[in-house]
């Protein structure tokens, strides 16, 4: 199985060519440097889940195009086998567990926040909603200028299309489970 970084490289470089742009285009639709560019597609970085979602909005297109995984009949997903997506120097690992490869307009993540890791995520795509359930620990989510605290056995649905957080306020990793719905 290829890590989570030749899965990207692989993905982005393929997107790239599909939608006809260079490097240096994609770099200016981006805001991701042209060098960074060339570095994640050659697998050799380890670029932040910003840094990927600049790039799926800059070609506009499901963050999730970017983690698919070849296609098989069936998957069973092994968490311990798949490359966190990270950001917080680490302190926030994101699990592609069934990314949006085959148009379902949904995909699912798992993600475990270290105590006192904090993420910003950009705007998703137009219409995107986020579906989140806490299993373990104390979730706080920003947008739109409202804070929400989400804790074990409870859910939150949100526009996921502006900028929004995720903070961890408790004293354990929080882990929790995300759907994303891209209409």
């Given amino acids: 199985m290829d890590t989570m970084n030749l899965i990207v490289a692989k993905n982005i470089k393929r997107l790239r060519k599909?939608?006809?742009?260079?490097?240096?285009?994609?770099?200016?639709?981006s805001g991701v440097s042209k060098s960074m560019l060339a570095q994640i597609e050659r697998g050799?970085?380890?670029?932040t889940i910003s840094t990927l979602w600049k790039l799926s909005n800059g070609m506009k297109v499901p963050f999730d195009a970017l983690?698919?995984?070849p296609k098989a009949p069936y998957e069973i997903v092994k968490t311990s086998e798949i490359q966190p997506l990270l950001e917080d120097s680490g302190r926030v690992k994101n699990y592609s567990i069934f990314p949006d490869d085959e148009n379902r307009r949904f995909a699912v993540y798992y993600l475990e926040l270290e105590p006192g890791s904090y993420w910003q995520s950009e705007p998703h795509l137009r219409g995107t909603t986020e579906f989140i359930t806490v299993f373990c620990g104390t979730l706080e989510i920003g947008t739109?200028?409202?804070?929400?605290?989400?804790?074990?056995?409870?859910?939150?649905?949100?526009?996921?299309?502006?900028?929004?957080?995720?903070?961890?306020?408790?004293?354990?990793?929080?882990?929790l489970h995300m759907i994303l719905y891209n209409p």
């Fill in 18 to 29: 599909e939608n006809k742009l260079s490097m240096d285009e994609l770099a200016k639709l």
């Fill in 44 to 47: 050799e970085g380890n670029p």
């Fill in 67 to 69: 983690t698919v995984r």
């Fill in 144 to 175: 739109e200028d409202k804070l929400f605290s989400v804790t074990r056995g409870e859910s939150i649905r949100f526009k996921g299309d502006t900028v929004h957080s995720y903070r961890n306020v408790g004293i354990e990793t929080t882990i």
